[in-house]
């Protein structure tokens, strides 16, 4: 990972912090099907700034303006003084929080997904399963556009949840839907097999991570 630090005044209490910024990181291996990258995934939150002083979060700070208020909000005071979380799980979380606030669904779920796996990283399971309930409650109820590799996603964080039922039926009606179609390509045709997967984890109720590999070697067998 590059990491380099720069000088940035927040656009909130205009006092001027060092944040990290980080230029490149290297990802190994097959992510998970809900698109987890293997491994370490600190990467992912910790290239948001985050102000010091009035804990105001955001790809850049200097640049966002937004209302003050939520950063007076309980939940929001709640997340930033939380002692037993990770400093990454902590901005994941504030932008998830910022996000939901101002009704911006699609990154709010997309944040909501990033806090989950920052969670899970410091075992702490319990928070992190909330936060994959926030995530398919918003994206299912809240978002109106969905793209298939998003729609995936959101099927296999809810089998993780154990919505079995909701998530094998999501899974095998994307999955029909896709056969219907024709000329696929091979991103369709790999969302298909990844479907095809899913629904059997539900089946068999597991709600344990998988990789998208697994789901081309349960097709040859
Ligand atoms: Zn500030």
């Known amino acids: 990972m590059i990491i380099k630090y720069i000088n940035v005044q927040c656009s909130m209490c205009e ?9 490149s990181y290297s990802t190994l291996g097959t992510p998970n099907l809900d698109l987890k990258p293997n491994g370490s995934i600190t ?10 002083y009035c804990h105001y979060t955001n790809y850049d700070i200097s640049q966002t303006k937004a209302l003050k208020g939520f950063l007076e909000e309980l939940e929001y005071k709640e997340i930033v003084n939380n002692k037993n979380l990770s400093e990454d799980a902590i901005k994941a979380m504030l932008m998830q929080y910022i996000t939901n606030y101002f009704r911006d669904y699609n ?31 918003i994206f299912f109820n809240s978002i109106f556009i969905k793209n298939l590799t998003m729609l995936t996603q959101a099927i296999d964080t809810a089998r993780q949840i154990k919505k079995f039922d909701f998530s094998s039926k999501m899974a095998n009606n994307t999955k029909k839907l ?11 045709k790999h969302q298909i097999k990844v479907l095809k997967y899913i ?12 990789n998208i590999l697994e789901s081309y070697e ?4």
């Open 218 to 221: 349960n097709e040859v067998n």
């Open 43 to 52: 990467s992912i939150a910790s290239s948001l700034n985050k102000c010091p």
């Open 178 to 188: 896709l056969e219907l179609c024709d000329n696929l390509v091979e991103k369709e």
């Open 107 to 137: 990154e709010s779920y997309k944040w909501a997904i990033r806090s989950s796996w920052t969670l899970e990283d410091i075992n702490e399971k319990e928070m992190a399963n909330r936060y994959k309930e926030k995530a398919t409650d």
């Open 15 to 23: 006092k001027v912090s060092s944040q990290k910024k980080v230029l």
């Open 199 to 210: 629904e059997e984890l539900c089946i068999n109720k597991d709600s344990d991570k998988h």
